[in-house]
């Protein structure tokens, strides 16, 4: 999915810069594992990537608010809620590499092994959870978060290693996890941030010309396409699940929704108070996340 949506996207770059600049794609692990691609970029190993978040836990304090379910409904308001702190120079770790885009990936839904009704049936079990607020937030519902990549999810769901996971629909599909969940809480349960960077020489020394066609492209200009993509492809795998006589998709009723909102305040009172600006962090997020809902 990621490659189609990225080639079809540079293809684009590349005829804009009427071919001064290739864009030349590596599959997942090939050049750099998932947890050093940020590093990578900023070091000259490759010149471009992208990469999730969750695989550095606390590296990037600010952009976690996104892990916080029930807020943003979809992956364009979270990606503008992401754009706009860091437009606003409220995220820190990013200052020695060239930024392309900062976004949300697929927004997650709860996936379980067992019936799954309700945020209630979530006390006691075992879930997956990437990323330290969404971590926080599944305690706050009673769960037991487990830190696990995403590769591992289906193995330990077939051990009973866990009960279920929070994935976007995409994930569930790519990585077997639809094997071993049948009972899915369609709630948006928050989203692992992404960034797409690439190396600073590497942009500075790139004629002026060019520079103007990735900035033209990069930032908010992305986040539509991004957000309509993956989106879609989220959308469409989300409609064979409910078509399917084998699995069981629960939407909460609104009233249930405000109710365990309520439970997540302590969760975003307790990051605030310890990421610097966190309060101002969580507030402008969620400004920007209702002004995207808006339009």
């Not at 937030?137 to 769960?143: D, V, Y």
């Not at 520079?211 to 879609?232: A, T």
């Amino acid at each position: 999915m990621t490659t189609d949506l990225f080639g079809d996207y540079f293809e684009e770059i590349e005829e804009r810069t009427d071919g001064k600049l290739k864009i030349k794609m590596f599959s997942g692990g090939t050049l750099v594992s998932a947890k050093d691609t940020f590093d990578a970029v900023e070091q000259g190993l490759v010149d471009m990537a992208w990469g999730v978040t969750s695989y550095t836990p606390g590296r990037f304090r600010e952009l976690e608010v996104a892990e916080v379910p029930l807020y943003a409904s979809d992956i364009y308001e979270a990606s503008v809620g992401l754009w706009t702190l860091y437009e606003k120079g409220l995220v820190k770790g990013f200052e020695n590499v060239h930024v392309f885009a900062i976004l949300s990936s697929g927004i997650q839904r709860l996936h379980s092994t067992k019936p799954l009704g309700s945020f209630t049936a979530l006390e006691g079990e075992r879930y997956r959870a990437a990323g330290p607020l969404a971590a926080k937030s599944l305690e706050a519902f009673g769960a037991d978060p487990v830190a696990l990549a995403v590769p591992s999810i289906a193995e330990n769901l077939s051990k009973n290693v866990l009960t279920g996971s929070i994935n976007d629909w995409n994930a569930v599909f790519t990585w077997g996890i639809a094997d071993y969940v049948k009972w899915h809480l369609d709630v948006p349960f928050g989203s692992s941030p992404v960034f797409i960077t690439i190396n600073k020489r590497k942009y500075n020394a790139l004629p002026e010309d060019v520079r103007q066609v990735l900035n033209e492209m990069g930032g908010r200009n992305f986040i539509r396409y991004w957000s309509d993509s993956l989106g879609g492809e989220n959308e469409r795998l989300r409609e064979q699940v409910a078509s399917s006589d084998q699995d069981e998709i629960t939407v909460p009723p609104g009233k249930e929704m405000e109710v365990w909102k309520a439970r997540l305040m302590p969760v975003i009172e307790e990051w605030s108070e310890n990421v610097a600006n966190g309060q101002q962090v969580w507030e402008t997020y969620l400004d920007a996340v209702n002004n995207a809902h808006q339009q």
